[in-house]
């Protein structure tokens, strides 16, 4: 079976512009997490969707949103980009809400210039 | 204090040898425990997670767990090259709406030393 998907692997952009990442969970999984990672630390809680709906956010500024679709599928967007915005993007996926083991995909790393 | 804490290392261990790397954590609260292995470039690979106290025994790894003193421990048996990576300790908390999301710790850096 299928892993965690993620895309795009990479992406550059400018300050102040807008980007949307995108993420596919495990087969059967309903439950999708947001995670960002900078160099050298651990990974940060962004959001959780399970069923469309958020059930978490994260201490992140509103310029960053998501959405999940009726496959499970989500997308993660960030608008206004600032120069802190450069990290990995993890997606994770896991069967349901409260369901604690979460599996990680590829990620999108960010540079933001 | 931080939720999570780890030391950064790096921790040196000899080829064959054991790696024990340790994890602490603020919220007593706290029900589950992962760790996961993260090399370079790459994204992290859940490897154990324990859940009661005591020890939980996965192949070459073993994960230790004391809920009365907030920590959790990660032992890597017979050492190899290929276990060269960042460790990553999570723990995982309740969020509104019956979420949950994962608070890590900044990650110990193993390297094995043919």
């Known amino acids: 079976d299928a892993g965690v998907t993620q895309s795009p692997t990479h992406l550059i952009k400018t300050r102040g512009q807008q980007v949307t990442l995108r993420c596919s969970p495990i087969?059967?999984?309903?439950?999708v997490s947001w995670y960002q990672q900078v160099l050298g630390q651990g990974p940060q809680f962004i959001f959780q969707?399970?069923?469309?709906?958020?059930?978490g956010r994260g201490n992140f500024p509103d310029r960053f949103s998501a959405r999940q679709f009726p496959n499970y599928s989500s997308e993660l967007n960030v608008n206004a980009l600032l120069l802190g915005d450069s990290a990995l993007y993890l997606c994770?996926?896991?069967?349901?809400?409260?369901?604690?083991?979460?599996?990680f995909g590829p990620g999108t790393r960010l540079t933001v210039l | 204090q931080k939720e999570v804490e780890q030391n950064s290392g790096p921790l040196s261990v000899p080829e064959g040898a054991i790696a024990s790397l340790n994890c602490t954590y603020s919220?007593?609260?706290?029900?589950?425990f992962f760790w996961y292995r993260q090399y370079s470039g790459k994204s992290p690979e859940l490897i154990m997670f324990?859940?009661?106290?005591g020890d939980k025994e996965d192949g070459r790894f073993t994960a230790q767990l004391n809920k009365a003193s907030q920590y959790v421990s990660l032992l890597i048996r017979d050492s190899q090259p290929s276990d060269s990576a960042t460790y990553l300790c999570?723990?995982?908390?309740?969020?509104?709406?019956?979420?949950?999301?994962?608070?890590f710790g900044g990650g110990t850096r193993v390297l094995v030393k043919p």
């Open positions: 994770a996926s896991s069967p349901g809400a409260s369901y604690n083991e979460q599996f």
């Open positions: 087969s059967g999984h309903k439950s």
């Open positions: 969707y399970y069923e469309k709906e958020e059930r």
């Open positions: 919220d007593r609260g706290s029900q589950s």
């Open positions: 324990i859940y009661s106290n």
């Open positions: 999570a723990v995982n908390s309740v969020i509104k709406a019956a979420g949950n999301k994962l608070t």
